[in-house]
Nanobody, 123 residues
Framework: QVQLKESGGGLVQAGGSLRLSCAAS????????MAWFRQGPGKEREFVAV????????YYSQSVKGRFTLSRDNANNTVTLQMNSLKPEDTAVYYC????????????????WGQGTQVTVSS
């Protein structure tokens, strides 16, 4: 099994940037599709982005497309979510997720999860 740990969250003003990282351990990250989800206050967990095992493809939710960039470094077992032009509605706990098969937007199909990191965007 793979263990995931997120880092990089914090407080930022609207229009600012943050970079989230997810470190994988236990098994090579290259065997997993890697995704980010988020859960805002009083909201359900929602899909943000996912990248394929090789990192050759990435898919984004419409709400973050053009502002967020997902990348991965399989040699160092890390995946990074660069978040630019942040908005107050991006405020949420951000979770890293992994699955050997799923590339979907439904959280229930991802087998492994990190503990989450808080991102707060002030207006």
């Amino acid at each position: 099994q793979v263990q995931l740990k997120e880092s990089g969250g914090g407080l930022v003003q609207a229009g600012g940037s943050l970079r989230l990282s997810c470190a994988a351990s236990g098994r090579p990250m290259s065997t997993y599709n890697m995704a980010w989800f988020r859960q805002g206050p009083g909201k359900e967990r929602e899909f943000v982005a996912v990248t394929t095992r090789s990192g050759s493809d990435a898919y984004y939710s419409q709400s973050v497309k053009g502002r967020f960039t997902l990348s991965r470094d399989n040699a160092n077992n890390t995946v990074t979510l660069q978040m630019n032009s942040l908005k107050p509605e991006d405020t949420a706990v951000y979770y890293c997720a992994a699955d050997q098969f799923s590339l979907g937007r439904d959280a229930q199909y991802y087998a492994f999860w990190g503990q989450g990191t808080q991102v707060t965007v002030s207006s």
